[in-house]
Nanobody, 122 residues
Framework: VQLQASGGGLVQAGGSLRLSCAAS????????MGWFRQAPGKEREFVAA????????SYADSVKGRFTISRDNAKNTVYLQMNSLKPEDTAVYYC????????????????WGQGTLVTVSS
């Protein structure tokens, strides 16, 4: 599976962005998908994840109620709708594909996209 993340950019605090992650390969619907982010000088951290069917989602406490993860298996794409953005959301956002069950864990992910930069100005 190859992943291509897009949709990042510069936005003012309180604004919104939608990230997309397009996957190649016919097995996309077999994987849980997740979004992680990495701010400068910090470790990559979990943001959100969604099951292969889309029936189950998980969110980091820091984004709960503001971000929504979704997927369209017909389009081989997973999305991250980000609302009410804060300066502390500034980071490179990565999408990953996991065949495991512990979606919050970095090591459970088998494939990663290249990342897309989100910058939130105050």
């Amino acid at each position: 599976v190859q992943l291509q993340a897009s949709g990042g950019g510069l936005v003012q605090a309180g604004g919104s962005l939608r990230l997309s992650c397009a996957a190649s390969g016919r097995t996309f619907s077999s994987y849980a998908m997740g979004w992680f982010r990495q701010a400068p000088g910090k470790e990559r951290e979990f943001v959100a994840a969604i099951s292969w069917s889309g029936d189950s989602t998980s969110y980091a406490d820091s984004v709960k109620g503001r971000f929504t993860i979704s997927r369209d298996n017909a389009k081989n794409t997973v999305y991250l709708q980000m609302n009410s953005l804060k300066p502390e959301d500034t980071a490179v956002y990565y999408c990953g594909a996991s065949y495991g069950t512990s979606w919050l864990l970095l090591q459970e992910y088998d494939y990663w996209g290249q990342g897309t930069l989100v910058t939130v100005s105050s």
